[in-house]
């Protein structure tokens, strides 16, 4: 049976991924390198300091002490929360707060799995904090994307089983998290990219008559 709905937000719920792309690209032009759009969708869903560990190899950059590479990733993640200030509720992506409200009221519960440690703050900016049941996020796991771990831990504090969850997803490192999490996966965006989702639609928009039709039956 359906039970749960898990969605990640960075690029699901919000469109903060370009957001992270500026930032990204500010930072490796200030190395001195260009980092192209293509380059970039590996970062998505990856921990911040994985994320720039890639950016380095990207960059041919392989010197840098640990405390380099803590004052690399602060000052990135600087530039992306001054973007942040700019988000309203308006940059909630299409349909996701029609799907949310049909999900609720034939009582299936849902959740955010993000990896992001700005989770808190995006959610509040946009005001939908209401709308999930559960947040997990990158303040409360140990382990990124694409390990299971911050899907696994949303399904426990909703109490669902994870063969009872669909995760929607819009990087492949989230997707690949998902499946070994034992779950149905719906990738949101490209369907090469995407590959080992179970479905992939190119936003909730699109998602919400054909899959509450094949799902749950409505
Ligand atoms: P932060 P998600 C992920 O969020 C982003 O997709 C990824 O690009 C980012 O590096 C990661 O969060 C960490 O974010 O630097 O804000 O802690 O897609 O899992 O919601
Ligand atoms: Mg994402």
Known sequence: ????????????????????YQA?????GELGFAFSEEQNEQLK???????LELLLRAGGITDLMPEQKETLASRKNEWYKGLLETLTPYDVLPGVCSFLGLLHSRGVRTAIASASKNAP????KVRI???????????????AKPDPEVF?????QLGASPD??????DAAAGVEGAIRAGMRVI??????????????VNSLEQLEPVFLLSHIGV
């Open 1 to 20: 049976p359906f039970e749960a709905a898990i969605f990640d937000l960075d690029g699901v719920i919000v469109d903060t991924a370009k957001f992270h």
């Open 24 to 28: 990204w690209r500010r930072l490796a």
């Open 45 to 51: 869903g990856v921990s911040r300091m994985e994320s």
């Open 121 to 124: 703050l995006i959610l509040e």
């Open 129 to 143: 904090r209401p709308l999930f049941d559960v947040v997990v996020d990158g303040n409360s796991i140990v382990r």
């Open 152 to 156: 696994l831990e949303a399904a426990r």
């Open 164 to 169: 009872g969850c669909y995760v929607f997803e």
């Open 187 to 200: 990738g949101i965006g490209d369907g090469q990219m995407l590959a080992r989702a179970h479905l992939t």
